[in-house]
């Protein structure tokens, strides 16, 4: 059996599982990856994992970037959205564009919750009063949903984003269900990447973006928790301004594995 950090790629009939996967895969496949472009990690994924490897993108500049990467060496990689019921209506109108200029589906994944209903069971505007229970219903509760389904999540994370975004790999290993004994790669091809880097390649190839980027906010979230920010201050630091909170769960609720 061919193992996932043997090149030269191929094509998986059946995607390996990733609990099969040691540190010293991962270490590997960190260490192969290491000065490759981050086409190269999108075709692993691809030609590892097939459709059980999905990219996850909130439409910052990143995860536009890699579906303009997919799209322009053919790798038909899933896309998938949080939809909390509460973006910006630029960031819902901004997925329409990128549809049709990618000529692609993005599945949006929406809370058990509708507003109203959170609101009868935790109080109005849990957000204002407890975002880390809010995130959780309303975006990684969904998101373990979608990565039930998959085998590599694929994510626009970069190093230089916030203080606790400089030590991620390319590739990670996280324990996704440990009663089943279930992990799952996450991949970060974007990881090196500056912010700037990001922005040329955006208007170099003219991929529609939020326009809220060019009124003052850099990182863009649900709208209650989101706001401008000067250049001066880390990317994110916009998000749940006067809380103790730089991220919303999705990228911490699992144990990192290697
Ligand atoms: Fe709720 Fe704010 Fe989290 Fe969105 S970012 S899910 S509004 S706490």
């Known amino acids: 059996m061919k193992h996932p950090t043997d090149p030269p790629f191929a094509v998986w009939e059946d995607a390996p599982n990733p609990t099969m996967l040691s540190a010293a895969d991962i270490q590997g496949l960190n260490d192969r990856f290491r000065t490759e472009p981050s086409e190269v990690l999108l075709t692993w994924a691809w030609e590892t994992f097939g459709a ?3 990219i996850g993108t909130s439409f910052q500049g990143a995860g536009l970037v890699m579906m303009h990467l997919c799209q322009q060496r053919g ?15 630029k960031t819902l109108a901004l997925k329409g564009r990128l549809e049709a200029f990618f000529g692609c589906t993005i599945e949006s994944l929406e809370p058990d919750l509708t507003l109203e209903q959170q609101a009868a069971a935790q109080g109005p505007e849990l957000w204002a009063r407890d975002p880390d229970l809010c995130c959780t219903l309303r975006k990684v509760v969904p998101l373990q949903g979608k990565l039930a389904q998959l085998d590599c999540w694929i994510t626009g994370l ?11 790999g390319f590739v990670e290993l996280y324990a996704f269900d440990e009663a089943n004994h279930r992990s799952i790669v996450k991949l970060n091809p974007m990881a ?3 912010r700037q880097a990001v922005w040329d390649y955006l208007r ?3 991929i529609p973006y939020n326009p809220l980027h060019d009124q003052g906010y850099r990182s ?3 709208q209650p928790c989101t ?14 301004t006067g809380f103790q909170k730089t991220e919303c769960g999705i990228h911490t609720f699992m144990a990192r594995k290697a």
């Not at 790798?75 to 209506?89: A, I, M, S, Y």
């Not at 970069?158 to 991620?168: K, P, V």
């Open 158 to 168: 970069r190093r230089e984003q916030s203080d606790t975004r400089t030590a991620i």
């Open 220 to 222: 863009i979230g649900c």
């Open 75 to 89: 790798l038909p990689l899933p896309v998938f959205t949080l939809d909390t019921g509460l973006l910006f209506p």
């Open 204 to 206: 170099q190839h003219q």
């Open 227 to 240: 706001r401008r920010s000067g250049s001066g201050d880390t990317e994110r630091a916009g998000r749940w």
């Open 192 to 194: 090196a990447w500056s």
């Open 52 to 54: 059980r490897a999905a």
